[in-house]
């Protein structure tokens, strides 16, 4: 606050309130700096610290020689220091957790499937390696909603990466036990291990692995239109000594809808 003229008996005081209430006031100090050449010289006042989002005003009061010359007296009100403003969140303070999409998860059945052995190698490529593995005979499908044969035919190109995950592109044809004809073509991820590339490369693969696979089917036989519309997903694992693969067959059905 500036104060003038400037002489040695100049006493700066600041009367505020806090939230409207009552009166208080704070003395001030003079600022080193030498008085200017309007003759003002300056003087500044610490007020208490306040909880955040507070209302402060104030107004300054000038006195010399025991004499105030109080602003107010003219009729000029307390002028605002602060503004109220939320206070701010804690840094810490926990976010609401997002709520998930309700869905549900429908088994179809146990799938069996019996591999060709030995698999058809091609090899180390240029992207890494490729085993297909054909197809044969006695693999089936037995559960609540879905039965049936799986035909000697298809099998999965497989594709395993340096870090031993192999990434399979399968094909399938399953025959219900009413005769009708069904189309499965997925992906999926098996997974050998870390070594895993290393001992199939070499022609000694682990024991069995895991595989996790995404399944979806199509028909044209009318009862088994419902097919068509599922995105499934399968679980399981492969034993690779008896080229057998088992995995639990589920449907996905999202329910975000009904729960808007």
Not at 26 to 42: D, H, I, T, V
Not at 135 to 153: D, Q, S, T, Y
Request: with cysteine; charged share 20%; proline share 8%.
């Amino acid at each position: 606050m500036a104060a003038r003229p400037a002489h040695p008996s100049n006493v700066v005081t600041a009367v505020y309130t806090v939230d409207g209430g009552a009166e208080r006031s704070a003395r001030g100090f003079r600022l080193p700096a030498a008085a200017r050449s309007n003759g003002e010289e300056w003087f500044a006042v610490d007020l208490p610290r306040q909880a955040d989002g507070a209302l402060v005003a104030f107004a300054p009061v000038l006195s010399r020689s025991g004499r105030d010359a109080d602003p107010r007296r003219a009729g000029l009100p307390l002028a605002t220091v602060t503004q109220p403003v939320p206070a701010a969140p804690e840094p810490n303070e926990p976010r609401p957790a997002l709520r998930p999409f309700d869905y549900a998860m429908d088994l179809l059945g146990r799938v069996t499937a019996r591999l060709e052995q030995p698999p058809a190698a091609v090899g180390e490529t240029i992207d890494g390696l490729h085993i297909v593995f054909p197809i044969a005979g006695g693999g089936k499908v037995e559960g609540p909603r879905l039965n049936g044969e799986i035909e000697h035919a298809g099998g999965d190109w497989l594709f395993v990466r340096r870090d031993g995950i192999g990434l399979s592109e399968i094909r399938v044809l399953v025959r219900t036990r009413d005769g009708a004809v069904v189309i499965g073509q997925y992906g999926g991820v098996v997974d050998f291990g870390p070594d895993g590339y290393a001992r199939l490369a070499g022609g000694r693969g682990p024991e069995r692995a895991s595989v996790q696979l995404t399944p979806r089917f199509l028909t044209a036989a009318p009862n088994w239109l419902w097919l068509n519309r599922m995105q499934c997903v399968g679980v399981g694992r492969v034993t690779l000594a008896t080229g057998v693969v088992e995995y639990d067959l589920y449907g996905v059905r999202s329910r975000a809808l009904a729960s808007q």
